[in-house]
């Protein structure tokens, strides 16, 4: 008995034994409702046997107890040579990329960057760029009007106006920021992003203006030369205008830009002299340039969030 005990290799099994020998029908039990029968050695050596053997399964019960405890442990060991689960680490959206990019080119140029607010007043808008209340050309841009007569910004050009009433001429600056028209389709939705170069001082001409949309075309689009097509073109704010397309793989002409020198109304309305000073500015919609670096067609899929589009278009 004291040996099967011992050997014993489940807690199921010891529990079954000791039922077997201490229950109400065990042999223990048995032998114990006759220990009157017994004499004073064999009573005492029962006794002594009856402890004995409650010691024992006592002592197997905590040893097996204990094994079971190490084996659940062991199973539960954390085994740090697993590849971890893999994580999610987000990314640079694309429009971000590309403003990372034309900022560091244009800074490179010499060119200070500005900001101004996304709601603006007519004045910086349109009257200050030539374009009063009844002119024509406010309908090129349809525009969302509040209703307290501020408008959403229709583009970047309100930006130029207030760094030369801020700061005057000289100044060379870039603006950047988010304008918005009621318009929406495949390559337009009412709210688009546009950057503006300004360059004013005492002798720049439109081939300054010419040679730095060039170098910064070859830099953004990572290409050794680019084939710029100049197209006469009208915007109220500059005088002459133009509209720059670039040779796009080898055979398509992509228009990319308004440009032309600043209208002298418009420096004169922020306290510039035209007799003393010129310049020229341009403007393009910085998505409309991401989306061609990135190879992507959908500018409305660009602002949908949609994690799994843009992690398809490599981002
Ligand atoms: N603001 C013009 C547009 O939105 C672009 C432009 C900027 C043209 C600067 C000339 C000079 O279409």
Redesign the pocket.
Known sequence: MQEQIKNIKTLEDLQALYVATFGKNGTMTARLKEMKNLDNDARAELNKENSTLRELFKVRQSELEQQALMAGLQKQKLDVSLNPEPENTGTLHPITHALADISSILESFGYELWTGPEVEDDWHNFTA?NTPMHHPARD??DTFFLPNGNVMR????AI?IRSMEKKGAPIKMFGIGA?YRKEMDATHGPMFH?I???YIDKDVTMTDLIGDVQEFLKRFFEMDNVELRIRP?Y?P??EP?IEVDMKWRGDKWLEL????M?HPDVLRNCGINPEEYQG?????GWDRLAMLKYGLNDLRKLYDGDIRWLKNAGF
Do not use: H, P, R
């Open positions: 760029l090129m841009q229709t583009q970047t050009s130029q304008t546009q503006e170069g300004l073109s915007f704010f500059t205008s830009m308004g440009a032309g600043v020229f500015a341009f403007g393009f």
